[in-house]
């Protein structure tokens, strides 16, 4: 490529980032130019003093220990609140106010009051005319932005809010508390699995994207709730994988980059194979196999996956078509490892003790042990046999002597 070519090319990369990082840019001073959806922010503020003993708080959002308070109530001492918390009045004569945001400034207050004594004139702004709803978005926005909750947590704050106004949506908390619309939706759904898969994630024993596969599962009717259970306890006390764990629900992991075009190549191999055997320009095999062939070379999509199951010799079926078992041994090139690792996994689990194995994956039938097999990538097909080893020696009654203290 000549130099003025390679300018010439720079400066049209440059180009088309500047054009998307434009329209990035207009529609992010768009979305700012949208009109509010409550008037909160122009609430009028007002400064306070009130001991904290007059100060009620709502119940956070966030759980468990406020972090480095004792570092926060030692630069107080020293340079003051910079920043009072915000209340809102209450009609309770005892306590006439309410936190809205500022939590860990107010228990960094609550150190010092133990430390020296209660104080009567601790500053706070009192926003005038804040609902409970707005009272809820403001300690939600704060916590938001301060650091990321988990999503069980996020998920009921936001559905609190959504239950003091029947009119906001999603998208509406997404934008009050400046959180993803896509997260905060998925967020909500995870609501909508049983409480004890619920739990699982707010522990941390089931990973967010794992929980949403699971809750597919039981939306589509693949597993029902009870069985989703049982197979969720079953990966936390580690009796399966978590990908077993995925594939138990009716997870079927998308086909792997350019599979059609390799589906294609593998195809086109094996017509190429059995014309020069025949030394003729027609292939070996029926006419409804050539037929096939055409009508996928035409086409292209799902029938162009024959080829590829055709090569690794497999039997019929996995996602893209009818496997090919008519085609002659020697009218196709040698099966690839990827092939021959989803052929071994596809025989055994449809191997008359491979019924407890299937069940786990989601597996209905023996044929469609050799679905699952050849629906994995490539690179997950060892781990799955792997797994499934481990699984298979578990049980042997009898075996082999040098994997007796495996087993």
Known sequence: MSVDKLQDAEEAVNQMREEVSRAERDAQNAELRRAPIADTATKAHTTVTAPLSQIRT??????GALPELHELAISIKETGVLSPPLVR??????????????????????????????????????????????????????????????????????RAIMSEDESLTAADVSRLVGAP????????RMLDLPASIVERVERGDLAFTVADVVRRGIARGDVSAQQAEELVEQAAAGTISGQELKHGVGYVPPPPKDYDKLSR????????????????????GADAE?????????????????????????????????????????SAPAPTDEHLDAYLLGRLLAGPSGTRHREARGVADPDDGFRYAFSLPPQERLGALRSLAAELLAADPDPPRMLRAAA
Do not use: C
């Open 181 to 188: 619309t896509a997260w905060t939706r998925k967020a909500l």
């Open 265 to 284: 190549e593998l195809d086109e191999a094996r017509w190429t194979a059995a014309r020069e055997k025949t030394g003729s320009n027609e292939p070996i």
């Open 58 to 63: 709502m119940v956070n959002m966030r759980v």
């Open 290 to 330: 050539q037929r096939d062939w055409e009508s996928s070379s035409k086409g292209g999509g799902a029938e162009g996956t024959r080829g590829a199951a055709a090569v690794a010799g497999a039997p019929t079926s996995f996602p893209g078509g009818e496997l090919d078992r008519t085609a002659s041994a020697g």
């Open 89 to 158: 009045a209450t009609e309770d004569a005892d306590q006439p106010y309410e936190l809205l945001a500022g939590r860990r400034r107010f228990g960094a207050m609550g150190l010092l009051d133990a430390a020296e004594g209660p104080r009567e004139d601790w500053r706070f702004t009192l926003v005038e005319g804040i609902s409970r709803r707005e009272a809820l978005t403001m300690q939600f926005a704060e916590n938001f932005h301060q650091n990321k909750p988990e999503p069980i947590q996020f998920a009921r704050a936001a």
